[in-house]
Nanobody, 120 residues
């Protein structure tokens, strides 16, 4: 029922840019906060960026500030992650996440991930 179609990942050289997209369906997209997480081999999954349901504000992990930008288009049920000045350390699987709290119960959905590889 809940589905995500992630795209935009791939191989890029250090200093390059990529734009990830996540098209969601099966839930009221505009009422959920959206986030991007990433996980490198042998590492814990970490938050990359998050954006409120309206797109009014966003938060970023320190290592991404100034390089990454999260945005959303509620009319298209899509969240984006613009990644600039990419580093080899950014290599990971990037996951789209939707989250909302309804009457004290957290509802959270995950995409299947898209690979980003930064290498020369």
């Amino acid at each position: 029922q809940v589905q995500f179609v992630e795209s935009g990942g791939g191989l890029v050289q250090p200093g390059g840019s990529l734009r990830l997209s996540c098209v969601a369906s099966g839930f009221p997209f505009s009422t959920y906060a959206m986030s991007w997480y990433r996980q490198a081999p042998g590492k814990e999954r970490e938050l990359v960026a998050a954006i409120t349901n309206t797109g009014g504000s966003a938060n970023y992990a320190d290592s991404m500030k100034g390089r990454f930008t999260i945005s959303r288009d509620n009319a298209k049920n899509t969240v984006y992650l613009q990644m600039n000045s990419l580093k080899p350390e950014d290599t990971a699987v990037y996951y789209c996440n939707a989250r909302a709290t309804i009457w004290g119960t957290v509802r959270e959905y995950w995409g299947q991930g898209t690979q980003v590889t930064v290498s020369s």
